[in-house]
């Protein structure tokens, strides 16, 4: 193993550094689940270590490493079991992602198509984008970052989870009226934030489609999306391309059957541990 393969926690407790955790794992786990690893360990979140699909996601955390740091490390192991794995699993995975959500709609787009992805290999998770100055000037916000840009089509995604419009926070009618009325004003905020950073965004030139629980879950619902931000790019841009092409490509109906079925695996809900490895 290369040198730095290890971190002493304490005089009795040492762990794998996390590249090297990467490599452990990919020997044990379902491909499609170690990129899920390798997207948390680039990432800004954290699942429950005990229950990580369906316990709670901690956010705002530093990223443990990076794809490159991953890759070079690699690069210097030999004749480790799994590395090949490793190395194929880890060009599907990008750095960035802030959620557990975002990072399951990012494994779909880059996957190749025979493997229950979309095949669009070219995107960035996070990218900061500013607002024209004319917004600017009238005091809209600078900048807004949409969860999921393609480099290859003006349009991206955001997932908008169930904090978005968190109709559960609303206290119960036990409540005090205040209560329910703050409690209204707070949801209804976050929602029309949610708005105006689509609209700026498409000020800028990028159409960003909101995913939805729902999306996902409905049988074809998230090839639904992804039609939808092709048929929008090329509206924008009065022309269709081979990124377009390649989207199409991956509506074939088996196809579909097996992203869904890849989908509802990965998704963080009790009923995916009765549908196996994918």
Same mark, same amino acid.
């Given at each position: ?5 290890? !971190?002493?926690?304490?005089?009795e407790?040492? $762990? ?30 954290? #699942?429950? /270590?005990?229950? /990580? ?9 530093? /990223?443990?490493?990076?794809?490159q ?16 794995a ?17 990072a ?7 996957? @190749?198509?025979?493997?229950?992805g ?25 900048? #807004?970052? @949409?969860?999921?840009?393609l ?25 005090? !009226? ?17 708005l ?13 489609? @909101? ?14 999306? $992804? ?9 924008l841009t ?6 377009g ?13 097996? #992203?869904?079925?890849? $989908?509802?695996?990965?998704? /963080? ?10």
């Amino acid at each position: 193993l290369p040198a730095g393969s290890f !971190a002493r926690v304490s005089s009795e407790f040492t $762990i794998p550094c996390p590249e090297l955790l990467f490599l452990e794992l990919a020997s044990v786990m379902d491909p499609a689940a170690l990129e899920l690893v390798g997207y948390e360990l680039c990432g800004t979140f954290s #699942r429950d /270590p005990a229950n /990580p699909r369906t316990g709670g996601v901690t956010h705002g955390l530093s /990223p443990l490493t990076s794809v490159q740091k991953i890759k070079d490390y690699l690069s210097r192991c030999t004749g480790i079991r799994g590395l090949g794995a490793a190395r194929r699993a880890i060009e599907r995975v990008r750095d960035d992602a802030w959620s557990a959500m975002e990072a399951i709609v990012a494994l779909l787009l880059v996957r @190749p198509q025979n493997e229950g992805g979309y095949g669009i290999g070219e995107l960035v998770l996070n990218e900061r984008e500013n607002t024209p100055g004319e917004l600017k000037r009238r005091g809209v916000r600078g900048s #807004r970052v @949409p969860d999921i840009g393609l480099a290859n089509l003006p349009v991206g995604f955001n997932y908008d989870g169930r904090g978005h419009l968190d109709l559960g926070s609303i206290p119960a009618e036990t409540q005090s !009226a205040g209560e329910i009325k703050a409690a209204l004003a707070e949801v209804r905020e976050k929602y029309v934030d949610d708005l105006r950073r689509n609209r700026e965004l498409l000020a800028g030139g990028r159409i960003v489609m @909101p995913i939805v629980a729902e999306d996902l879950m409905e049988y074809g619902g998230l090839d639904t999306v $992804i039609l939808e931000a092709v048929l929008a790019a090329e509206r924008l841009t009065g022309r269709s391309g081979e990124e377009g092409a390649r989207v199409r490509r991956a509506l074939d109906k088996r196809l579909s059957a097996k #992203r869904q079925q890849l $989908i509802w695996s990965l998704y /963080p809900w009790t009923g995916g541990r009765s549908l196996g490895d994918y």
